[in-house]
């Protein structure tokens, strides 16, 4: 499995209204940051805006014009009107990589989280960067993280152009 390159960037986005309008405290792109900080990852972030897919999406294609390697969202994936974060990251994505979306929700659900498969989350690339959706929970960005902590560091050697060991 390949290493984490030391100059890996990560930039953490939370979709929230009530966290962009300081009604509460942004815990789960807090656990984010700290989550891909542990990985080795330079964070950016957590970029708190709205649940507003044009917003979002400006947010995105920022990361992947600056060539960030991974880009994480917590937020906006569920089944409520104003959970858009898929929407948003939809128009930015070039290559899905359902898989990875998948394994998140599994692993949620495998794990006493039944709700864990309503999330409408994506994963995939834009550039040389992944994108992936996680919940807006501090727990659905622990899974996630579960999930993305092994995979990452072949993905990102994988969009710099590494060859496939």
């Not at 995105?60 to 991974?70: H, P």
């Amino acid at each position: 499995m390949s290493e984490l390159p030391a100059d890996a960037r990560a930039v953490v986005l939370t979709a929230s209204n009530r966290a962009h309008a300081g009604v509460y405290e942004d815990r789960s792109g807090q656990a984010l940051a700290a989550g891909l900080t542990a990985l080795g990852f330079a964070v950016e972030g957590p970029h708190v805006r709205p649940d507003d897919v044009d917003e979002l999406e400006a947010v995105l294609r920022d990361a992947v014009d600056l060539g960030v390697d991974v880009v994480v969202t917590t937020g906006g994936t569920g089944l409520s009107p104003t959970d858009v974060t898929p929407e948003a990251t939809r128009r930015v994505l070039e290559r899905e990589a359902p898989g990875i979306a998948e394994a998140v929700r599994r692993y949620g659900a495998e794990n006493g989280v039944p709700t864990a498969v309503l999330s409408r989350g994506l994963a995939g690339t834009a550039g040389r960067t992944l994108i992936v959706n996680l919940p807006g929970s501090t727990g659905g960005v622990k899974d996630g993280l579960a999930v993305l902590g092994p995979l990452l560091p072949h993905v990102v050697s994988q969009l710099r152009g590494g060859d496939h060991r």
